[in-house]
């Protein structure tokens, strides 16, 4: 599961960790074992969620549906007596009332996995297994989540400042915009520090789901060995990062530092206040990443769009840049060259990345 927009940058990325998806709108699908499905949980910054589709069926009636969901294999997924969530998403279907589903599903689901085994001790684990039943022209798919909280939810990002990116919303944005991590970034209106943390943590190969607990490890099925294996798989090369990420915003250096501290990589970027409209270069050449302040939830959007667009033309012209905005702001406006490297949804509004080469130069 991905935002919609970021399908493409989404498969690139699980087909570099061994995967070999297929696009589908807000996602991928892709066929895994056990070990891949581990590794994208390790490894992947730009999905939001991954779910295993347990199985697929032809139901017009309650009846027919529930008795279909019975028959999955549920104890590979659900402890007896542990609670189920099921949500419902139906289109063009007989099946439409989504809560009666849902009911029926629950019960045939905790009905299924009702027998104890003998390697169940103790209580029943209390978190709800997820599980989503998507209808569409009577066809019912069943698929189970693995991954518990959303994956851009890394840890490290316990205080923020202004309106923070997503985590894997952000590692998104420097894939699009082909950031390699012997690139010196710059983000100059860093806020709690996202960008450059995210950057951070991929100089530094540390895997976004190292130290995490996800919902699979709780499955009946988790296999440890398996787990321990992907864990040992020898990391991508360290490599020494330069990254800057400034504000004008003292608090927000503040938490910026916190966040890096907590993800272990607060030497890894160099932080400092400062305003756009004294902006400078830290290095001759680079990347210029940002999502400078727009409309609605923080004052002021045009003044740091403007002062960005003028440090782009002036002390960082040597500098490539790429710029998250709103659909309605348009760089061009503000005197850049530019073309929109991708479009997608960032909480309810409509952004696009724009992408420019040194001194406003339309990028090759
Ligand atoms: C949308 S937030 C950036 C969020 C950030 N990407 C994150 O994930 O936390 C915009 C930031 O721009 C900063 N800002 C606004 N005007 C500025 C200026 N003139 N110079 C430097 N920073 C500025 C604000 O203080 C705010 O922290």
């Not at 939810?153 to 950031?179: D, I, M, S």
């Not at 390699?180 to 895997?207: K, Q």
């Not at 990062?241 to 890096?260: E, Q, W």
Request: glycine share 8%; net charge positive.
């Amino acid at each position: 599961m991905v935002a919609p927009g970021l399908e493409t940058a989404l498969t690139d990325e699980l087909s570099a960790l061994g995967a070999r998806p297929r696009a589908q709108t807000g996602g991928a699908v892709f066929e895994a074992d056990t070990d891949l499905l581990y590794r994208i949980h390790l490894h992947s910054r730009i999905a939001a969620r991954v779910r295993v589709r347990v199985g697929e069926f032809a139901a017009t009636t309650l009846e027919a549906l529930g008795a279909a969901v019975r028959r999955l294999p549920w104890d590979r997924f659900v402890h007896p007596r542990q609670p189920v969530k099921v949500e419902v998403a139906s289109h063009r279907s007989r099946l439409r009332h989504r809560e009666a589903v849902a009911r029926k599903a629950e019960h045939a689901i905790r009905d299924a996995a009702r027998v104890p085994r003998r390697t169940d001790a103790g209580r029943p684990p209390t978190d709800a297994v997820g599980v989503l039943i998507r209808i569409e022209d009577d066809r019912a798919e069943v698929s189970v989540d693995a991954s518990g909280d959303l994956l851009h939810r890394r840890g490290w990002r316990r205080e923020h400042v202004g309106a923070p990116l997503r985590e894997n919303l952000a590692a998104a944005c420097l894939w699009l915009a082909e950031w390699s991590p012997g690139e010196a970034l710059l983000d100059p209106v860093c806020g709690s520090g996202t960008f450059a943390i995210e950057a951070a943590t991929i100089a530094l190969a540390r895997p976004p789901g190292a130290g995490r607990t996800f919902a699979f490890h709780g499955w009946p099925s988790f296999d440890a060995d398996a787990w321990t294996r992907v864990l040992a798989e020898p990391p991508e090369e360290a490599v020494t990062p330069r990254l800057f990420a400034s504000d004008r915003d003292p608090k927000a250096i503040t938490v910026a530092r916190a966040n890096a501290r907590r993800a272990g990589v607060e030497q890894a970027v160099r932080f400092e206040v400062r305003d756009l409209a004294a902006a400078v270069a830290p290095a001759p050449t680079g990347l210029v990443i940002a999502n400078p302040p727009w409309g609605g939830r923080i004052k002021g959007e045009l003044e740091a769009m403007e002062l960005l667009s003028r440090a782009l033309r002036g002390p960082l012209a040597g500098w490539r840049w790429a710029l998250l905005a709103p659909r309605h702001i348009v760089p061009h406006r503000l005197g850049l060259t530019c073309e929109p490297i991708a479009r997608f949804n960032d909480g309810g509004v409509d952004v696009v990345l724009h992408g420019g080469g040194p001194s406003g130069a339309t990028p090759p």
